[in-house]
């Protein structure tokens, strides 16, 4: 169901969505990203749609595009009218379908710091909601380019207390003194389902990270669900090589999911 002016998602930002790789007419991680997506309709107390007739609706979506692409899943509460009181819990949301090109995936990707600090706010922590200004003002940082004036460049963004939390549109891990480590996503950030993955299958320990441990780093990556795993060459002037256990995590990675087989 398309949705129209009155859409809560659009006014308020009241309302979720998934960006999915799409592989051969469906979204081989449906069930990963319906987890997470209902994960965040509970904290919001948004009324999903039916799961089985929501993927049958996505695989409609794809049935005659390419045999990659990226599908954008939306749900805003549902109910309309001004002010910021909602409807029923019970009233069901409104579901947008969008399909859209694949981007390209880069061997390795450079990062920069971002001035634009995330706010905390628990209650909405590892949700993925649709108010998402603080990413729009972070990536507004740099223009059309990265550094080298071209798109394989992503922004780090540390919370208002100073921890780094993530990239832009993407997780982050860092190799520092031996460990690989990740931001904890309890008072800010998403919790996203490429970095699930990573959690399942890397050892790695959640905590805060400082900026300053960058500089002892011997290797960092960022996840997204769309581009997968992509090894981080340099942040300024600080450069890495790229490193085995990015690799092996990769060939991983290809082994799970049909959309990052390599040919």
């Given amino acids: 169901m398309d949705m129209g ?4 998602g659009a006014m308020y930002g009241d309302g979720l969505f998934e ?15 319906w987890a997470r997506l209902q994960r965040g309709a509970d904290a919001l107390r948004i009324a999903l749609p039916d799961e ?3 993927h049958a609706s996505v695989r409609t979506a794809l049935r005659d595009g390419p045999i990659e692409a990226v ?8 109910g309309a009218g001004r002010g910021y009181a909602p409807a029923s819990a019970d009233v069901p949301a409104a579901l947008h379908l969008s399909t859209h090109a694949l981007p390209e995936t880069p061997d390795a990707i450079a990062v920069r710091w971002c001035s634009t600090r995330l706010a905390l706010q628990p209650a909405l922590a590892g949700h ?22 071209h798109d394989a460049f992503e922004g780090l963004m540390c919370s208002t207390r100073g921890d780094v939390v993530c990239a832009v549109a993407a997780n982050m891990f860092v190799l520092a003194d031996g460990h690989w480590l990740t931001p904890c996503i309890d008072r800010c950030g998403v919790a996203g389902v490429m970095r699930g993955w990573v959690l399942e299958h890397l050892d790695v320990a959640q905590r805060r990270i400082r ?9 960092v990556f960022l996840t997204n669900a769309v581009r997968g795993i992509l090894p981080v060459a340099r942040l300024g002037t600080q450069q890495w090589a790229p490193h085995d256990d990015i690799a092996a995590l990769r060939r991983r990675l290809a082994a799970a999911h049909p959309g990052f087989a390599v040919d």
């Fill in 128 to 149: 993925k909601h649709c108010n998402r200004l603080e990413q729009v003002l972070a990536r507004l940082e740099w223009g059309d380019g990265g550094a080298d004036g």
């Fill in 71 to 78: 599908l954008k899943l939306r749900i805003a509460r549902g």
């Fill in 19 to 33: 960006t999915m790789r799409a592989h051969r007419g469906d979204v081989p991680w449906w069930a990963r990203h």
């Fill in 5 to 8: 002016t009155d859409d809560r």
């Fill in 211 to 219: 900026p300053d441990m960058f500089q002892r780093a011997d290797a």
């Fill in 52 to 54: 089985q007739q929501t």
